[in-house]
């Protein structure tokens, strides 16, 4: 059982009398679940026997079963797999996955803390239209009013595996849905005592920085049935640019649980994450030409927290699966960036900011037959409560060399809050070699934000926009077995994306004042229809998908910038169209040869068309997405050796700026233009020493082995011209105990 999270912050800032939404749960139920076989090789050979079960959360203890099963594109990839290929970070793991498009560091979501992933083109700066979990726990600052991962309170060294879900999962999981859920899964209580401690040490060939990634895992299970782990990881060090570019990261976790009985469990867990990331500067063009790793602004950064605390109980039997989950949320984000003028002055901008959230998720399955025909119905509940407190403001100007900031006025300041209440139900049904499933998830949303504007630190004008969402959204997916390895799926459903705070006002100048505006007339809640279909095999060796995909969008929200620099207006970019093709495939040559044991290749490819059906832009590519984006890796294992070489590549991006022109030329400032496609190679060598010392693990290896220079844009407060990473050195070491 898994779950996160931890707060020293009580409950009682929620009222017991805002939780007061009865639901009333009538079902009988179903299941045609397929539970995995434990050994991971043994999966990958042939599909276990089907039982009649109630499967319930099937995030839950993922694994290549359950892919094969879920009636639409799915991967995971776990521990082993990441231990085994060239990944020292989440970004790493992530460009792995079918249809995940990881933006580098750049701009103001260019930390360490932060993530930057887009699926089938949807917008990739700071992740916010897909739903991103921890062990089932969000982990947006506010899952529906501030959804985005400026600060991404995860940590590589503490993940048992990565499930994204791009298809059919919009009735279970919400609100921010369209980019599909992903969900990190930490490393699970053992039965027995066990332990890890390990070091991964990165060295950046561009400017000989250093960075260290230390992680330590402990845990076991009683004989009463009680089980505890700790887990730490961290970040220390330094980046690849030459200077600002200092991150610090602890990452810990208390997870327990307790079986009192075969059926019964609860389990609680506590988190805290705090995370620092200095972050260097856009360059122009000409700064990039001369050297593309300096950094000339030394008072950029970015930092945060977050605890939490999740509760869950569960009861499981052979017809019956019910869990409930509560969580508590309290974090904590600020940032300075600095803006050098023309005339040897800067000011700089600081921008703290307070949320906290409740939630309970109560969720039923029940497995029944109904004629011929093997059912699993599921009905859930999810109510959510945000508080958000908001602070933007600026220095007076001084000497960008020899000055020092002054007090921080204020320019806007806001207070938000979100009630939501979201209840779903599906019922699959299994007949023959056909598993349907039908299902709807209803959400019901109040938001408001309380925004105040200041001229020189004096409130000027104040406004209290509200909004209530009421929406359907149905689903219906359908899986065929056309053989014990080989399954066809289809899918279509409707995802939802609310309102966000600060999507709710902006700021406009009216006479040298800042006057604050409700811009509900002219922006929207974003709907989107989803389509599937596509085919798995797992079997015999072999491992393959294939998923046709095609998201329409009828009215999509766009960050733009009109002056093509610094600060950013929500504005409706109108209809869009995402349509691709996701291809993956592993095979195992083993199964052809004794002689060939151990030799795996892999890989995947995407093609994706991501365009404005509307607008100025209209026929044009959406900005910072790449049609092509591909992975292409083998392996070898041999004794006590393995070997991995790995390959990336992704086509070319638009950056086309916020004017009339959709511009493809660079220009001087380099916060537009076209961003040139590259490849890289990565390659990793380990020995395990257990023969010799057991648990000792030592593995080394080069990322961008032919020190590529690539780069991508950032046209934000930040931005310009940033450079990717150079050729990298890893040594990994680990004992485990």
């Given at each position: 059982m898994k779950f996160t999270h931890c707060s020293t912050q009580p409950l009682v800032k929620f009222p017991p009398s805002s939780l007061s939404l009865a639901i009333t749960i009538l079902l009988s139920g179903i299941s045609h679940s397929a539970f995995a076989n434990e050994d991971q090789q043994s999966e990958t050979q042939t599909l276990a026997t089907i039982s009649i079960q109630a499967q319930g959360n099937w995030l839950e203890n993922a694994n290549a079963e359950k892919v094969q099963q879920h009636a639409g594109a799915r991967t995971i990839i776990d521990r082993n797999r990441l231990d085994e290929i060239a990944t020292t970070s989440i970004r790493d793991a992530l460009k792995q996955i079918p249809g995940v498009q990881v933006q580098d560091s750049n701009g103001t979501g260019g930390s360490d803390v932060s993530l930057n992933i887009g699926v089938r083109g949807l917008t990739s700066r700071l992740s916010p239209r897909s739903t991103v979990l921890m062990d089932g726990v969000p982990l947006s600052f506010a899952p529906y009013g501030q959804p985005q991962l400026s600060l991404v309170p995860v940590s590589m060294g503490n993940i048992e595996s990565v499930d994204v879900v791009r298809g059919a999962g919009s009735v279970r999981f919400g609100p921010q849905n369209v980019g599909g859920i992903i969900n990190f899964a930490t490393r699970a209580i053992p039965e027995e005592f066990a332990g890890s401690v390990g070091l991964t040490t990165e060295f950046a060939t561009g400017t000989d920085q250093i960075k260290y990634t230390p992680n330590l895992f402990i845990g076991g299970t009683f004989d009463n049935g009680l089980g505890l782990a700790l887990l730490y990881s961290g970040t220390k060090g330094n980046g690849f640019r030459e200077a600002n570019n200092k991150i610090d990261i602890d990452d810990v976790m208390l997870k327990t649980a307790y079986q009192w009985t075969d059926q019964d469990k609860?389990?609680?867990?506590?988190?805290?994450?705090?995370?620092?990331?200095?972050?260097?500067?856009?360059?122009?063009?000409?700064?990039?030409?001369?050297?593309?790793?300096?950094?000339?602004?030394?008072?950029?950064?970015?930092?945060?927290?977050?605890?939490?605390?999740?509760?869950?109980?569960?009861?499981?039997?052979?017809?019956?699966?019910?869990?409930?989950?509560?969580?508590?949320?309290?974090?904590?984000?600020?940032?300075?960036?600095?803006?050098?003028?023309?005339?040897?002055?800067?000011?700089?901008?600081?921008?703290?900011?307070?949320?906290?959230?409740?939630?309970?998720e109560p969720r039923y399955s029940r497995a029944y037959n109904w004629g011929a025909m093997d059912n699993e119905v599921t009905v859930g509940y999810r109510y959510l409560q945000e508080e958000s407190s908001e602070f933007s403001g600026r220095t007076a100007e001084y000497n960008t060399i020899t000055g020092t900031p002054g007090q921080r006025i204020a320019n806007t300041t806001s207070e938000g809050g979100t009630k939501a209440h979201a209840i779903y139900i599906d019922n699959r049904f299994g007949i023959d070699n056909w598993v349907i499933t039908p299902g709807v998830r209803f959400e019901s949303i109040d938001t408001h934000n309380d925004f105040t504007a200041y001229q020189n630190g004096v409130a000027t004008n104040t406004i209290y926009p509200k909004i209530k969402s009421e929406e359907f959204l149905p689903s219906l997916s359908v899986l065929y077995k056309a053989n014990e390895n080989w399954n066809i799926f289809a899918n279509a459903g409707v995802s939802f994306g609310p309102q966000q705070y600060n999507q709710l006002v902006t700021t406009r100048s009216v006479a040298g004042k800042n006057t604050a505006v409700s811009t509900l007339e002219g922006l929207h809640p974003e709907k989107s229809k989803n389509y599937e279909i596509g085919t798995k095999y797992l079997g015999n060796g072999l491992s393959a998908e294939l998923t046709v995909f095609y998201l329409d969008f009828d009215k999509e929200l766009l960050l733009e910038r009109p002056d093509n620099i610094g600060t950013g207006i929500w504005t409706d970019l109108g209809a869009t169209s995402h349509k691709g093709v996701e291809t993956g495939i592993s095979y195992d040559f083993g199964q052809l040869t004794d002689a060939l044991e151990g030799l795996k290749v892999y890989g995947n490819y995407t093609f994706t068309k991501a365009i404005s059906e509307a607008g100025k832009f209209e026929g044009k590519d959406l900005p910072f997405y790449s049609r092509h984006v591909g992975n292409l890796g083998v392996s070898y294992n041999v004794d006590n050796w393995s070997i991995n070489t790995d390959m990336f590549a992704q086509s070319k991006q638009h950056a086309p700026g916020s004017g009339n022109i959709y511009l493809t030329e660079e220009t001087a400032n380099g916060r537009i233009g076209d961003i040139a496609g590259y490849s890289t190679f990565a390659v990793r060598a380990g020995y395990d020493f257990s023969s010799q010392l057991k648990g000792l693990k030592i593995a080394g290896g080069v990322k961008n082995v032919f020190d590529k220079q690539y780069f991508t844009r950032s046209s934000d407060s930040t931005g310009g011209k940033y450079v990717g990473q150079p050729r990298t050195f890893f040594l990994q070491t680990s004992y485990d105990f």
């Amino acid at each position: 059982m898994k779950f996160t999270h931890c707060s020293t912050q009580p409950l009682v800032k929620f009222p017991p009398s805002s939780l007061s939404l009865a639901i009333t749960i009538l079902l009988s139920g179903i299941s045609h679940s397929a539970f995995a076989n434990e050994d991971q090789q043994s999966e990958t050979q042939t599909l276990a026997t089907i039982s009649i079960q109630a499967q319930g959360n099937w995030l839950e203890n993922a694994n290549a079963e359950k892919v094969q099963q879920h009636a639409g594109a799915r991967t995971i990839i776990d521990r082993n797999r990441l231990d085994e290929i060239a990944t020292t970070s989440i970004r790493d793991a992530l460009k792995q996955i079918p249809g995940v498009q990881v933006q580098d560091s750049n701009g103001t979501g260019g930390s360490d803390v932060s993530l930057n992933i887009g699926v089938r083109g949807l917008t990739s700066r700071l992740s916010p239209r897909s739903t991103v979990l921890m062990d089932g726990v969000p982990l947006s600052f506010a899952p529906y009013g501030q959804p985005q991962l400026s600060l991404v309170p995860v940590s590589m060294g503490n993940i048992e595996s990565v499930d994204v879900v791009r298809g059919a999962g919009s009735v279970r999981f919400g609100p921010q849905n369209v980019g599909g859920i992903i969900n990190f899964a930490t490393r699970a209580i053992p039965e027995e005592f066990a332990g890890s401690v390990g070091l991964t040490t990165e060295f950046a060939t561009g400017t000989d920085q250093i960075k260290y990634t230390p992680n330590l895992f402990i845990g076991g299970t009683f004989d009463n049935g009680l089980g505890l782990a700790l887990l730490y990881s961290g970040t220390k060090g330094n980046g690849f640019r030459e200077a600002n570019n200092k991150i610090d990261i602890d990452d810990v976790m208390l997870k327990t649980a307790y079986q009192w009985t075969d059926q019964d469990k609860i389990a609680v867990n506590l988190h805290h994450y705090e995370g620092y990331g200095e972050m260097p500067e856009g360059l122009t063009t000409a700064q990039f030409a001369e050297n593309p790793y300096q950094s000339n602004q030394s008072r950029n950064y970015f930092s945060g927290r977050r605890s939490d605390i999740s509760v869950k109980y569960s009861h499981k039997d052979e017809l019956n699966n019910f869990e409930v989950l509560g969580y508590y949320v309290d974090s904590f984000r600020t940032s300075d960036l600095e803006s050098i003028g023309n005339t040897g002055t800067s000011t700089l901008s600081n921008s703290p900011r307070d949320y906290k959230y409740f939630g309970i998720e109560p969720r039923y399955s029940r497995a029944y037959n109904w004629g011929a025909m093997d059912n699993e119905v599921t009905v859930g509940y999810r109510y959510l409560q945000e508080e958000s407190s908001e602070f933007s403001g600026r220095t007076a100007e001084y000497n960008t060399i020899t000055g020092t900031p002054g007090q921080r006025i204020a320019n806007t300041t806001s207070e938000g809050g979100t009630k939501a209440h979201a209840i779903y139900i599906d019922n699959r049904f299994g007949i023959d070699n056909w598993v349907i499933t039908p299902g709807v998830r209803f959400e019901s949303i109040d938001t408001h934000n309380d925004f105040t504007a200041y001229q020189n630190g004096v409130a000027t004008n104040t406004i209290y926009p509200k909004i209530k969402s009421e929406e359907f959204l149905p689903s219906l997916s359908v899986l065929y077995k056309a053989n014990e390895n080989w399954n066809i799926f289809a899918n279509a459903g409707v995802s939802f994306g609310p309102q966000q705070y600060n999507q709710l006002v902006t700021t406009r100048s009216v006479a040298g004042k800042n006057t604050a505006v409700s811009t509900l007339e002219g922006l929207h809640p974003e709907k989107s229809k989803n389509y599937e279909i596509g085919t798995k095999y797992l079997g015999n060796g072999l491992s393959a998908e294939l998923t046709v995909f095609y998201l329409d969008f009828d009215k999509e929200l766009l960050l733009e910038r009109p002056d093509n620099i610094g600060t950013g207006i929500w504005t409706d970019l109108g209809a869009t169209s995402h349509k691709g093709v996701e291809t993956g495939i592993s095979y195992d040559f083993g199964q052809l040869t004794d002689a060939l044991e151990g030799l795996k290749v892999y890989g995947n490819y995407t093609f994706t068309k991501a365009i404005s059906e509307a607008g100025k832009f209209e026929g044009k590519d959406l900005p910072f997405y790449s049609r092509h984006v591909g992975n292409l890796g083998v392996s070898y294992n041999v004794d006590n050796w393995s070997i991995n070489t790995d390959m990336f590549a992704q086509s070319k991006q638009h950056a086309p700026g916020s004017g009339n022109i959709y511009l493809t030329e660079e220009t001087a400032n380099g916060r537009i233009g076209d961003i040139a496609g590259y490849s890289t190679f990565a390659v990793r060598a380990g020995y395990d020493f257990s023969s010799q010392l057991k648990g000792l693990k030592i593995a080394g290896g080069v990322k961008n082995v032919f020190d590529k220079q690539y780069f991508t844009r950032s046209s934000d407060s930040t931005g310009g011209k940033y450079v990717g990473q150079p050729r990298t050195f890893f040594l990994q070491t680990s004992y485990d105990f």
